[in-house]
């Protein structure tokens, strides 16, 4: 499933858009900045001439041209961040800013799809961008006031809920800042409510926010999507695009692990899925209902030990997120004590 030319071309637009709107930006700070500091025009025009009469000296034979120019360059370059650091100016305040440094909003990088343009892709073929649009809401800035309880005791830990979850927060933070160094894969187990899928959100957005791509899907989406591709592949039996991406992209969030209907095909494309991943050095996320016991007997005990060998399991409180949430707004309405 590739992007059609409709698509294509509306993310091309984005794109132009982007540039449109970063030159028209870079003109409004030059002019403010040089409404306030004239010297600043005087500096930038300098630099145009002086790229001019270098050029003249190069074609004329003056081997010191290049030399000369750099010095130039320089002294000119440092008198203007002076400038700018007087009137607190950040030193690159006249330059163009970008959205995506990769591919200075143009889309490719190093002549291949950026992957800013990669992740624009996957929010169209997958359908992404209402999580896109639930990830503004649901963050990491948003666990600052945490709905835990503070007095039931997290099992085997000698830990309150609250307690364990503030360290399973830091964790899945600092997942989210090592990713492009580190990776890593994790199952987040649980009843319902507990939040597992928040959780899992929570790292999407930080990586979409780094234009990483990530593909977030239920496993009931997963398998279906898996189905349709294996049966419509073409004569020479070659994948869709649509699968590739997914076994290919930075991150694979696959939630609610375990609802889907189990069958020894749900079982082989797991364990392909998986296992393409982890050849290719891809990071997965699952969320489940199943403890890791439960795991190992719904699924083959080949997924079981990938599983085990290559994933952190992330346990869950018992409880509801809603009733501690409820519990903690009447404690503040003095209406429980």
């Known amino acids: 499933m590739a992007l059609n030319n409709s698509q294509y071309n509306a993310i091309m637009r984005e794109y132009d858009g982007k540039q449109s709107r970063n030159r028209r930006e870079q003109r409004q700070r030059q002019e403010r900045a040089y409404a306030r500091l004239p010297r600043l025009k005087e500096l930038d025009d300098l630099l145009s001439s002086l790229a001019v009469r270098q050029a003249r000296r190069l074609l004329d034979g003056d081997t010191e041209a290049v030399k000369s120019l750099k010095e130039e360059y320089a002294a000119i370059r440092r008198e203007k961040e002076g400038l700018l650091a007087q009137e607190g100016f950040a030193p690159d305040y006249l330059e163009m800013h970008y959205d995506c440094p990769l591919c200075k909003d143009t889309g490719f990088a190093d002549g291949k799809k950026c992957r800013c343009f990669r992740q624009k892709e996957l ?13 503004k809401e649901e963050n990491f800035d948003t666990c600052t006031d945490l709905c835990y309880s503070e007095t039931e005791r997290m099992e085997g830990t000698g830990l309150s809920v609250r307690q364990y979850m503030q360290g399973v927060i830091a964790g899945c933070r600092r997942f989210a800042a090592q990713f492009e160094e580190k990776g890593g894969n994790l199952v987040f187990y649980g009843s319902t409510g507990t939040g597992k899928t928040f959780l899992a959100g929570c790292i999407a957005r930080e990586l979409i926010e780094r ?45 609610d692990l375990g609802t889907e209907l189990s069958n020894s095909f749900t079982n082989s494309q797991l364990f392909y899925c998986l296992n393409e991943r982890l050849s290719g050095g891809k990071s997965t996320i699952i969320t489940t209902n199943l403890s890791p016991g439960q795991l190992g007997r719904e699924y083959s005990e080949r997924i079981g030990s990938r599983l085990v060998e290559n994933f952190r399991f992330i346990s869950m409180p018992p409880g509801d997120i809603r009733i501690w949430k409820q519990r903690k707004q009447r404690k503040k309405n003095g209406g429980e004590k």
């Open 123 to 135: 929010e169209l073929l997958y359908h992404q961008s209402r999580i896109r649009e639930k990830l």
């Open 211 to 255: 234009y990483l791509s990530v593909v977030y899907l239920s496993a009931t989406d997963l398998f279906d999507m898996m189905a349709r591709e294996r049966f419509s592949r073409d004569e020479e039996g070659q994948e869709e695009s649509s699968l590739r991406s997914i076994l290919e992209c930075d991150l694979l969030i696959i939630d």
